[in-house]
């Protein structure tokens, strides 16, 4: 509830699992940043979680850190990132295609870290978080806009 009263525990796991996002058109279902399953002491992987199922599903398997999921609004796709090419940059997977090498998309590529994603309530666009300052970009990766700038 909005006032704290009826808080549930989701899942009870010696796993550290963080950033849970809801599905917004499922709410049996929450996409999640998690240790289980690593590869190494600084892997995260991003996983769907069924609630009433206990299920968990790894939907960006790598060897690297994947994180910060965000659904967007037609709960069709999940925007995270990951550090699969030496920075942090923005991925998409879309969970209505098959696993391949055009999912997950990357979105944002460049020599900072990327982080953080939040959809706009359209789906359009993907604002995030770069090198102290916040940046959007659309959800196919083209148009890059500077939202604020830090003090230099």
């Known amino acids: 509830n909005t006032n704290g009263a ?4 989701l899942l009870d796991s010696d796993d550290d699992e963080q950033w849970a996002s809801y599905n917004p058109t499922d709410d049996d279902e929450v996409a999640l940043q998690s240790d289980r399953d690593a590869d190494n002491d600084e892997d995260t992987d991003v996983f769907t979680y069924e609630i009433s ?3 968990f599903i790894k939907i960006a398997d790598s060897a690297y850190s994947d994180g910060a ?3 967007n609004p037609a709960g069709d796709k999940i925007a995270f990132h990951s550090d699969r090419h030496g920075d942090f940059d923005i991925w998409v997977w879309d969970t209505t295609a ?3 090498p055009t999912n997950p998309l990357q979105v944002t590529g460049n020599a900072y870290d990327d982080g953080y994603p939040v959809w706009n ?3 359009t666009r993907i604002a995030f ?4 300052e916040l940046w ?10 500077r ?3 830090r003090y230099r």
Do not use: M
């Open 147 to 149: 939202l604020t700038r």
């Open 121 to 123: 309530a359209d789906g």
């Open 69 to 71: 999921p965000a659904w």
């Open 6 to 9: 009826g808080l549930v525990e």
């Open 136 to 145: 959007s970009v659309a959800a196919d990766g083209t148009d890059p806009k």
């Open 129 to 132: 978080w770069r090198d102290r």
């Open 53 to 55: 199922t206990t299920t």
């Open 98 to 100: 098959a696993p391949g």
